[in-house]
């Protein structure tokens, strides 16, 4: 596969790119925790010689859950202080300090323009990497400060983005891979013919790498606050330097809030618990999946809540795992027309069907695939019909089309549980004990998002075992009553 010879070259070119654009100082160690450079300016000071406030007691350090660094209270704060406080100039967007009609930022503005939009990390990476290249760069405090690698799939080796296991992120992950080594070639193509004086990144030479190293600083680090204009640009990507210290959790004990001041808005931190002493400061990144966490942010949150497993919408897929649970004849393959009909209500068929589907989170079974069951496993056109899609499409709605055919929908859910288990090559017990013998990090990272997912589904199991015990000992006393 292309993209996994991409994901090789990025590895082995990584560190020389680190070097080919750090112009104050060479990297010669990368001993405190792999920062840029070895000895980065204080940022906290350059916070508050820019105008900001620090809470007096934070400081930065070493994460004791070995999740790099931190920003930990040396005493208790109550809830509701002011934490940190960025003035408007401080946070790095992409229309900061460039907006100035020269030539360079025009370019940077057309290499932006060509960047998908489901990759808007990479417009504001383009950025990033102009001001890490520009001497006497304002923000090179806060560049500087950034680690000098990430732990993003795309810099797994071959057979780590193997160990994956599960095919919608071994997609994504190819995609993000050849997307780099097309865009470079679209860059190299771009800035060959400049001036240098027109060359915005002061000449040097961009590659997969570099631009694979600016795309992860912004996925991983940016966060997604509203702009000036309040509400009309919603989720404009800036990258908020201090802040992005925090580390996530889903019980964060700190927030971000927007405030406006005279001359912009200003980026708040506050907390939303008590802080503990020692204790660091944590922030909500969303309420992600672990694909999401994993690709965009490297790392991945066991027990996650919002974890779940993509399927598409099969029919095939769904008569073997209809007949394998047991259901007598199901018709998933040929619908009659009033099933069809509702079928295209959900998007599962027809013109502008959206074929994929998700299995646990918080959903359990994605609304539209729990009602395509029950509508396709009844024979009851009218007592269906009488229901809305609201009802059908709700796993709290209360055996809308009766008992047995909710069973049946239940049944072809774990069925269609087991194949997605027998997908994975190997076992949860085989997983443990890989990580038991000591692997490489990104392997580790690798083998436990693949547990995770397992875990997703087995979980989904157990749900929906308990649930079809429910309803048939319910129906066994109406037939006895
Ligand atoms: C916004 S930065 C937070 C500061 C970061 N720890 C550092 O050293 O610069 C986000 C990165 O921190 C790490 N991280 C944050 N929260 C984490 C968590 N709950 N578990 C594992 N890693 C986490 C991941 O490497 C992630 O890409």
New binding site residues.
Partial sequence: MASIAAAKMIVATTRDFAGSLTHIRPLTCAAV?QRLVPHPPDLIKWVKREGGFVHPSLRIAR?DDS????LVSSEAIPKGSDLIALPHHIPLRFGSDGADGSHSHSVLLDLACRVPDELWAMRLGLKLLQERAKENSFWWPYISNL?ETY?LPIFFSGDDIKNLQYAPVLHQVNKRCRFLLNFEKEVKGVLESLRQVDHPFQGQEVDASSLGWAMSAVS??AFRLHGDKDGTEGGIPMMLPLI??????FSPNAQIVQERDAVGKEMLVVSKAEIKQDSPLLLNYGCLSNDLFLLD???V?PSNPYDCIELRYDSALLDAASMAAGVSSPNFSSPAPWQQQILSALHLGGENSSLKVTLGGTELIEGRLLAALRVLLSSEAERVQKHDLNILTSISAETPVGISTEVAAFRTVIALCVIALEHFPTKIIDDESLLKKGVSSSTELAIQFRMHKKSVIIDVMRDLTRRVRLLSSKQNITSQA
Avoid: E, K, T, V
């Fill in positions: 925790a994460s999740l790099g660094l931190d680690p732990s991983s680090r992005d210290m925090c580390n996530h959790s942010y490297g790392f949150m």
